[in-house]
């Protein structure tokens, strides 16, 4: 049995393996980043290391709308990243057999769903999201 982090991203709900987050944190004071993408959010000094914090509705390409107050930062082995959300939710346990795989040419940032009586649970890809934030970082343009 495995457990999930869950959250909602837009009107989607998602979930991440508990082992893959350090922590939730209530947002630090969140220092911008000049010229970035509209999905940087800034970066926040968590423990005295900088991590960025992605907006991951915005990433997804969801509508703007509010934001937990909380962020999610993942371990430094994940990424290291912090992600800004919509709402978050619970730790729900799981069976990771039970989870419905999706095809491996797409390029979705989800890697399977896990049917839930309430509501689906999309499993964040970790590794094609920073795939995907690595090839829009490397443009740079927006370092200019």
Not at 4 to 25: H, M
Not at 58 to 81: E, K, M, Q, Y
């Amino acid at each position: 049995m495995n457990s999930l982090l869950t959250f909602v991203v837009g009107d989607e709900r998602y979930g991440v393996a508990i082992d893959q987050v350090q922590e939730v944190v209530r947002a630090p004071r969140l220092d911008p980043v000049p010229r970035a993408p509209s999905w940087l959010a800034g970066a926040i000094n968590l423990h005295g290391s900088p991590r960025a914090v992605i907006d991951l509705p915005a990433f997804l390409g969801f509508p703007g709308g509010d934001r937990d107050p909380r962020l999610i930062a993942l371990t430094p082995a994940a990424s290291g990243l912090a992600l800004a959300i919509t709402r978050l939710e619970s730790i729900v346990d799981c069976d990771l057999e039970a989870v419905l795989p999706r095809q491996e040419d797409d390029d979705s940032c989800v890697r399977g769903v896990l049917p839930q009586p309430e509501r689906m649970i999309n499993l964040l890809h970790l590794e094609r999201l920073l795939q995907r934030l690595e090839s829009k970082l490397g443009d740079k343009e927006w370092v200019r």
